[in-house]
């Protein structure tokens, strides 16, 4: 089945790191494009960060300078790396991919998130 998987999500203190894995399994196919999302209790699902097919990343205003994507071609494996975490960071974060397999793309994969919580 194709899928995508985060982990990496726990508790962590305020100032602190984390990162998140984003995995492609289930068979050859691989990671074309990468969104991370977050939701926190009550408010709208945010787009994070994003990595385009060319290497190309974006990030949100709110994590600018502490959040960071990168890749793992021979893994496919796109990671989130946050620094400095406060607790507004406090969400389901979600990756959201275009697959790549045989020439074609299959697009908007959902992961199943996975929970940082920023917390003293």
């Known amino acids: 089945q194709m899928r995508i998987v985060e982990s990496g999500g726990g508790l962590v203190q305020p100032g602190g790191s984390r990162r998140l894995s984003c995995v492609a399994s289930?068979?050859?196919?691989?990671?074309?494009?990468m969104a991370w999302y977050r939701q926190a209790p009550g408010k709208k699902r945010e787009l994070v960060a994003s990595l385009e097919g060319d290497g190309r990343t974006k990030y949100a205003d709110s994590v600018k300078g502490r959040f960071t994507v990168a890749r793992d071609r021979s893994e496919n494996t796109v990671f989130l790396s946050m620094d400095s975490l406060k607790p507004e960071d406090t969400a389901v974060y979600y990756c959201?991919?275009?697959?790549?397999?045989?020439?074609?793309?299959?697009?908007?994969?959902w992961g199943q998130g996975t929970q940082v919580t920023v917390s003293s």
């Open positions: 289930g068979g050859p196919w691989s990671i074309y494009s």
């Open positions: 959201n991919a275009d697959l790549e397999y045989d020439r074609m793309l299959y697009r908007d994969i």
